[in-house]
Every structure is written in structure tokens, then in C-alpha cells.
């Protein structure tokens, strides 16, 4: 806000009111961005154009940033692809070297895509070129169209396991809405093909879900609703990551909500009152449940409360009161289950320190710590709609580290950090969240997050969600992994092809993940890897090259595709012309456009290696599954006989005497 937040001159250049602080700006100011403005989620910290975002910078951080533009990039000589019979024989070559290359002792063959021991080992076309170029991760610059010059020998042995922290939870929208039969019909859809484990969501406390409720002066606590809820979550495989909030109004000290359904955020107008209800419908959940399984469910302490939008004037020290007040009741029930916080939105890890002191110092009970992650600028909006601006997919990484980054050397240091909402924009509303571009931003933040928290949680599982009010359009830019109705949209099957992965990782790249199956299955994930808004727009094409180990002498693949045309729901409702509320044969079309697009064939094994070389168009995420081939012999059965048989797939057995 020109004239109110900041000043600019003639040149353009913001500058931060001397009055107002932020992020080590204007160090002792007595107001804060976020708290007397209200940027929600610190878009002004880490979204919008670098000229924006820099106005944010201390006088160093320019200066560095300056200097790091300054550095020049070595161009690459002309690209050589082999001919098909230099591939073969370099193929034949690299069969008795794999070893070696793998370890990393053949330095003209072999390098790694990134510092980490779970990174796969590239191997150039030819031998490492000096002065080579990478992007982010360690990513080989393309050639012309996209193509991609290296090819990643995987090793045979395995890393170690799949996390499974990527699916440890989803985001819902509130509580109430898990009423609907159109969102359990989705969820029951999302469990069948992903399988969350927790969900998480706001308004259990807030008033439509009736668990406070006071006639004629007397109180009573109602779970009429509340074991609705939460009985299908457990029918349906997954458990709830509780989250406590908004305020009841019968127990609030003012009227200030968020969203038209208006959930209140102020502080209880008398703590004993909100301990008792906490208390009640803790023990509630136990005398239900069973203190077992409850103690298995994080219960995290309000949402967001470092933005006035969710948190009455951002008020630091009533959160912190709140906090301890509900951790003390919660453990007074049962010192074993699970509460934490304290559930920031992102551009505000200026609460860590304060918090940990204010726990520490109380010794006030703490689990877990939470944290949400977004990577939207400021919200650019057209009615019923909002378009923003991206910082890279490395930020959601960055931003995952950053409570362990910030705790570190305190008592909440080796907390688990659960990072509890997440996705590309913090809007209900843009459309980047129906595209592929969203699938391939976030299959590296998908795969590279899987050793950085004990959770990231995917904001959220379906468009049954009304923050906004009620969605006018089937595509609207929802958060969800499903629209309405059940239509899967691409980041959907980035997440279903991630849940049939196999248990063992094998490596990891900045285009690629592949695992195996005790079995011998192999399963790759590849995808076109994408920047943010101030970075090159991604080629119409982009090649991954792998070398797989598979046991036997054949072997069967299986490939599954989504990106601008293919797996596209969105593509093809644009297509039909954008239909607000589609006809029943029109949801029939999406339904089958929305489908992967799948092909198959079968390879010789040389050496124990498959070669897969995958093709990915613009903004693709593939699934590849590659099964050892174990033939079984029908003697006298030769398709070739059939009209417009010709190779030899079609023999499946021994001659029968007497046949030609």
C-alpha cells in the first residue's frame, strides 16, 4: 500500500515507513506488517516480482544478491547425440562398468545430480564436459527442444525406504462440510487411490458444528456432529489431525470472524470456560475412541494465529496464553497424547524464537511443531477468480526446513515438525491449482520432502471447500485434488502414481524418482522439472534417460501420462467451452479425459538393465512400471497364424508335431 506501508520514489524503489517493521527492517518500530496490515501469509516477504520482493531485503542481502547476478555461466559446446550404434555400444560397455560408475569412481562418466546420499548417478553422452551448466539440483542444461543429454544409470542396491510422510496427512475444508455426500463420495475416492493417513482441517469448534451450545442459561456440550465426522474418517482409513479452533460465539470475547461462514477468531472472553470445553471434548474423543487411538492423533492449538485474519490483531501473547491453557488441559487428560504448534503461516518465523522461549521458559507441554508453506504472490483478482505470481518449487523445500533451521540449539530442537498446510497458492480461487504446471511444480516437493519433516500435508483433498463462499463453476481454481463431482485433476495423479510406488528407493533426481518392490518391480516417477513466474518457461519437451535393474531376461512396462493434453480434465473443459455447471454427458467426457493416457510394450533385459527412455511433453508427470516377465509355455499356440500377426510376441510356446 503506496503512501500507508511503504514509499516509493521516482525510480520506482520501495521503501519500508520508518514506523513499521519487518523481518529485521526497522528493528524496534512499534508496528508490524503483518499484524497491523494483515499481508496474509507474508506475501510481501516471499511472493511477486524480485524488484517487489527485494524492497523487502537489508541493505547485505541486496549487496549479495547484486554480486550473484554478476557471475556469468559457461556456455556448452554443440550438443552430440549418439547414433543408434554408438548407443548400443556404449550400452555394452557400461553393463561391467555399472559398478564402478555408481560409486562414482569413473569420473569422465559419472556425476551426481545432487549432495545428498539419496541422489542417482548421471552419465553423460560423452565424458563430462568442463564448465558444464546446471540448473537448480544439479540438472544438466537442455539442448535444443527441451532434450535432455544425460542418462542416469540407477543402482541395484537400495537406498532405503519410501517415506511415507508425504501422505502422513490432507487438508479438508471445514469440519461441517464432511457432512456432504459429495465429499465423502471424494474422499472415499482420494482413500481408495492415495490413502491419506490424517486428515486436517478448520471449524470444529466454530459454531455450525454444534459442540458448544447454551439454552437458557444452561450449557451443554454436543458431539452430534463432531462423531459423524470423525466415525466416517475412520471408516473411510484415515484419522484425524485435530485442529482447535475457531471460537464457539458463546465463548468469544469479540465479533471478528474469517470466511462467510464466519468463524470467530478472538481470544475466550474467560480461559476456565474454553479449558472446560476443550476438556470435554478431549475426553469425549477418548471415551469414544479409545485412549490408544487418540493418542495417536495430533491436536494442534488454532490456526494461523500471527495474521489478523485469523487471530485477533495477531496478538503474540493471547496465542501463547491460548496455547498454554489448552496443552496443560489436554495432558491433564492424558499426559501421553499430542499437542503442538504453533501452525504460522508462511513469512513468519519470527514466532519460532519467542515461542520456544515462552514454552521453555513455563514449561508448558509441546510434541510436535507446525508450520504452513505457500509460494503465491500478492493476490491479483478478476471476479470470482485471483491469478499470482510464483517463486520457485525450491521455496516450499526452503520453507519446510525452516523450523528445524530456526529451533535449532533450543529444547524444541528434534521436534517433529509437521508442515500442515501446503500447496502452490494460498487462494481458494486460482486457477493455476486445476493445471498440470501445478503437478510438475510439485513433484519435486512431493519426492525432495520426504526427509526434511514428519509431514506435509496437500491443501486439500477436494473442491467441496468454502472459504470463498460457494464455488459458481465446476473449475475455479479450488485447492482441491478432485473438483466437485469426483473429476480428478492433474496433481491427483501426481499423488495416486506416488502411492503406488515402490517400498524401496533406488534414486533420486531432480526429474525423477525410482523405487522397487521386494518382488522385483520397478516403478519410476519423471517429470518435466518447472520454475516460478521470473524463470524460463519450460521447453515443449523433456527427456529422461534411465538405465533400470530387473532380474529375468524379459521384462513388461506399463507407462501412464498427464500434462497439457493427456490425464487433463481442465484442458478439456476449456475445451468444451468452459461450462459453469456441466450437463451430465459433458461430466461424462471430462470423466474420460481426465483419465491418464497409457501405453505399454515389452523389452529384453541386457546385463540385468532395462532402458527406458522417456519422452515427456510440456509440464508432464509420468508413471512408469516395469514387471520381470516370467513366460509360460502354450505349446501349439502361434498367433502369427492369425491374420496380421508378425513379431514375435505372438509364439507362446513349442512347435506341435503335425502343425505348420
Not at 553 to 562: G, I, L, N, Q
Request: proline share 7%.
Amino acid at each position: 500500500m503506496a503512501g500507508t506501508t511503504y514509499d516509493k520514489d521516482a525510480s520506482g524503489k520501495r521503501t519500508l515507513k520508518p514506523e513499521i517493521t519487518f523481518g529485521g527492517l526497522n528493528t524496534g518500530a512499534p508496528q508490524h506488517l503483518q499484524k497491523n496490515y494483515g499481508f496474509h501469509g507474508g506475501v510481501f516477504a516471499y511472493g511477486g516480482k524480485t524488484e517487489l520482493l527485494q524492497s523487502m531485503f537489508t541493505p547485505e542481502e541486496v549487496t549479495f544478491q547484486d554480486a550473484m547476478k554478476q557471475k556469468k555461466v559457461n556456455p556448452l559446446p554443440p550438443p552430440h547425440p549418439f547414433t543408434a550404434d554408438e548407443r548400443e555400444q556404449a550400452t555394452l560397455w557400461e553393463t561391467p562398468l555399472k559398478d564402478a560408475a555408481t560409486q562414482g569412481t569413473l569420473h569422465t562418466w559419472s556425476w551426481s545430480t545432487a549432495p545428498t546420499s539419496g541422489s542417482s548417478r548421471r552419465t553423460a553422452d560423452r565424458s563430462r564436459r568442463p564448465g558444464s551448466g546446471r540448473g537448480w539440483g544439479g540438472r544438466t542444461r537442455p539442448a535444443c527442444g527441451g532434450e535432455e543429454l544425460s542418462h542416469v544409470v540407477v543402482p541395484a542396491e537400495p537406498l532405503g525406504r519410501l517415506s511415507d510422510s508425504w501422505r502422513h496427512c490432507v487438508g479438508t475444508g471445514r469440519l461441517n462440510l464432511a457432512l456432504r455426500a459429495d465429499y465423502q463420495e471424494s474422499l472415499a475416492l482420494v482413500q481408495r487411490d492415495v490413502g491419506f493417513r490424517y486428515i486436517r482441517g478448520h471449524g470444529l469448534l466454530s459454531d455450525d458444528m454444534g459442540v458448544l451450545r447454551v439454552s437458557q442459561g444452561e450449557t451443554r456440550y454436543s458431539f452430534t456432529y463432531l462423531d459423524q465426522v470423525f466415525d466416517r474418517f475412520l471408516e473411510l482409513g484415515v484419522r484425524p489431525f485435530v485442529e482447535l479452533g475457531f471460537m464457539p460465539t458463546a465463548l468469544a470475547s469479540g465479533e471478528d470472524t474469517v470466511f462467510w461462514w464466519k468463524g470467530n477468531i478472538t481470544p475466550p472472553r474467560d480461559h476456565g470456560e474454553w479449558a472446560a470445553l476443550v476438556r470435554a471434548v478431549v475426553a469425549h474423543l477418548v471415551d469414544r475412541y479409545g485412549l490408544d487411538e487418540v493418542r495417536t492423533w495430533p491436536i494442534e492449538v488454532w490456526n494461523e494465529p500471527n495474521l489478523v485474519n485469523f487471530w485477533k490483531d495477531a496478538d503474540q501473547d493471547a496465542y501463547f496464553r491460548l496455547y498454554e491453557t489448552t496443552a496443560r488441559v489436554i495432558k491433564d487428560v492424558d499426559a501421553g497424547l499430542r499437542v503442538g504448534g504453533p501452525a504460522i503461516s508462511p513469512g513468519s518465523d519470527e514466532w519460532w524464537a519467542p515461542f520456544a522461549e515462552f514454552v521453555t521458559a513455563r514449561d508448558v507441554p509441546v510434541d510436535f511443531v507446525s508450520r504452513h508453506a505457500y509460494t503465491s504472490g500478492p493476490a491479483q483478482h478478476v471476479p470470482f477468480g485471483t491469478y499470482q505470481t510464483l517463486q520457485p518449487p525450491r521455496s516450499l523445500l526452503e520453507q519446510f526446513e525452516a523450523p528445524r533451521r530456526h529451533l535449532a540449539g533450543t529444547a524444541l530442537a528434534g521436534l517433529p515438525v509437521h508442515i500442515t498446510e501446503f500447496n502452490t497458492s494460498y487462494r481458494p480461487d486460482n486457477p493455476i491449482h486445476d493445471t498440470a504446471y501445478n503437478a510438475a511444480y510439485l513433484a519435486p516437493v512431493l519426492t525432495g520432502g520426504t526427509d526434511l519433516v514428519d509431514s506435509y500435508s496437500y491443501w486439500t483433498f477436494c473442491d467441496v471447500f468454502e472459504e470463498e463462499n460457494v464455488p459458481t463453476s465446476l473449475f475455479h481454481g479450488g485447492f482441491g485434488l478432485l473438483t466437485h463431482r469426483q473429476l480428478p485433476k492433474p496433481t491427483y495423479h501426481l499423488y495416486a502414481f506416488m502411492a503406488r510406488m515402490g517400498a524401496h528407493v533406488l534414486a533420486r533426481g531432480e526429474d525423477h524418482l525410482v523405487c522397487r518392490d521386494d518382488d522385483g518391480r520397478v516403478t519410476v516417477l519423471a517429470w518435466q522439472p518447472v520454475g516460478g513466474t521470473d524463470e524460463p518457461g519450460a521447453p515443449e519437451r523433456h527427456a529422461v534417460r534411465l538405465s533400470v535393474p530387473v532380474p529375468g531376461e524379459r521384462a513388461f512396462t506399463r507407462r501412464e501420462r498427464v500434462n497439457e493434453h493427456d490425464g487433463n480434465a481442465f484442458a478439456a473443459w476449456r475445451e468444451l467451452g468452459r461450462p459453469r455447471s456441466p450437463g451430465r454427458r459433458e461430466l461424462e467426457v471430462l470423466r474420460d479425459c481426465a483419465r491418464p493416457a497409457v501405453e505399454h510394450r515389452a523389452h529384453a533385459v541386457a546385463g540385468g538393465r532395462v532402458e527406458l527412455d522417456l519422452a515427456l511433453s510440456r509440464h508432464e508427470v509420468t508413471f512408469v512400471e516395469v514387471l520381470p516377465v516370467r513366460p509360460e509355455e502354450h505349446p501349439g499356440l502361434d498367433d502369427r497364424r492369425l491374420l496380421g500377426g508378425s513379431d514375435d510376441r505372438l509364439v507362446a510356446g513349442r512347435p506341435v508335431p503335425g502343425t505348420a
